[in-house]
């Protein structure tokens, strides 16, 4: 057994032995809200975000990033467990800005083995064989910590399967500091959609209402119109049925005047 086995063996037995009421927490986060960040071992959530057990989701990765697996987290996050605020952290100093694609792929072609960094750059040192996979990776890199927040926050805001409503918010963890810095414009690409809102509150009922209602009125005007066109059709009805009494009653009075003109001869 490893010494770090050992360790965290032992740390554990502590821990469970004052478990208590931990015991009793729910599956859904109680503070309902989600974090996005590094796997870099400076961050610790939990103390930067005033977290216990059982208050929020966190989910990690190189460089806190939006990839396919990030987000199939968060919205298990939100549809299944109701989390109804999103973080996206990233931080200063990352090791993620310390490489490109290429240079990870050139690396473990060579070598799996721990590769080190020096003035020159990266340099493998581990004897092969290494492996070609590395191609088919996108390894997420960037240069700026804080263009990375924003084109994470872009890419979830954008997701088909992201509701509007969820606010999500961008800062940057300073790791000389311990302070959390709000990005630049992440407020404004991560904010959530009002009408998703006034929706949700109720307060955007009314308007499919009147809508209805102003559709319904068309009808009575139809029906008024109708009305009225069939009033004027009647009038030339009578006065056809007029000329023809007239028609009748002329050919009776000429069938007379024959029929006397025939006993005078």
């Known amino acids: 057994m ?6 965290v063996l032992a740390a554990n037995a502590a821990y469970a032995k004052d478990f208590g ?3 009793d927490l729910q599956i859904p986060p109680a503070r309902r809200f989600a974090i996005l960040t590094c796997m870099d071992a400076r961050i610790d959530p939990a103390k930067l975000a005033g977290l216990a057990e059982g208050d929020a989701h966190v989910i990690r990765n190189a460089g806190g990033r939006a990839s396919d697996d990030a987000i199939r987290s968060l919205v ?3 549809k299944l467990l109701g ?3 999103w973080f996206v952290i990233h931080h200063t100093d990352c090791g993620m800005g310390m490489f490109t694609d290429d240079v990870m792929r050139s690396l473990l072609a060579k070598s799996l083995e721990t590769a080190t960094i020096g003035s020159g750059g990266w340099r493998d040192t581990g004897k092969g064989p290494g492996s070609s996979e590395g191609e088919f990776v996108d390894w997420l890199t960037f240069k700026d910590p804080g263009d990375a927040v924003l084109t994470d926050i872009r890419r979830i805001r954008a997701h088909p399967l992201v509701p509007a409503s969820i606010p999500i918010y961008g800062y940057v963890y300073d790791v000389r500091s311990g302070r959390l810095v709000e990005v630049p414009g992440a407020a404004a690409l991560g904010k959530a959609a009002r009408t998703t809102a006034a929706a949700r509150s109720g307060r955007g009922a009314a308007a499919p209402r009147a809508a209805s209602a102003k559709r319904a009125a068309p009808p009575k005007k139809a029906a008024a119109s109708r009305k009225a066109a069939g009033t004027t059709k ?3 009805a009578k006065k056809s049925a007029g000329a023809a009494r007239k028609v009748r009653s002329s050919a009776r009075t000429s069938g007379a005047r024959a029929r006397a003109r025939s006993k005078s001869a």
């Open 76 to 78: 298990i996050s939100y």
């Open 21 to 23: 009421a931990k015991a």
């Open 2 to 7: 490893s010494q770090i086995l050992k360790e």
């Open 234 to 236: 009647k009038a030339p």
């Open 83 to 85: 989390t109804r605020e």
